[in-house]
Nanobody, 126 residues
């Protein structure tokens, strides 16, 4: 069982940066693949990025490639999402998610993840 708590959201101007954190409680965090997803009002929850348990493998949505970067600190049970060059269309509630993946797999489909945080709001003003 893993509990996830996101933080770091807020209001930022277009072109600015934010770093989101996702703190995990529970055992064996370093065996979990982690994902970030986001959901804007009236839209489906969409994939943002994913990182393997070791941090060696990452994958990003086309809309976030080159602007967003995921990292993790397994000693702190925390995964990060560094968001740069933010755009108004990045406005959404951002969720982190976890799935047991000791072999290094990652997933882009939200239905593959077993544990979710409560989300943190990111608002980008134009």
């Amino acid at each position: 069982q893993v509990q996830l708590v996101e933080s770091g959201g807020g209001l930022v101007q277009a072109g600015g940066s934010l770093r989101l954190s996702c703190a995990a409680s529970g055992r064996n965090f370093n065996n979990y693949a982690m994902g970030w997803f986001r959901q804007a009002p009236g839209k489906e929850r969409e994939f943002v990025g994913t990182i393997s348990w070791s941090g060696d493998h990452t994958n990003y949505a086309e809309s976030t490639k080159g602007r967003f970067n995921m990292s993790r600190d397994n000693a702190k049970n925390t995964v990060y999402l560094q968001m740069n060059s933010l755009r108004p269309e990045d406005t959404a509630v951002y969720y982190c998610a976890a799935r047991w993946a000791p072999k290094g797999d990652t997933w882009t489909d939200r239905w593959e993840y077993d544990y979710w945080g409560q989300g943190t709001q990111v608002t980008v003003s134009s």
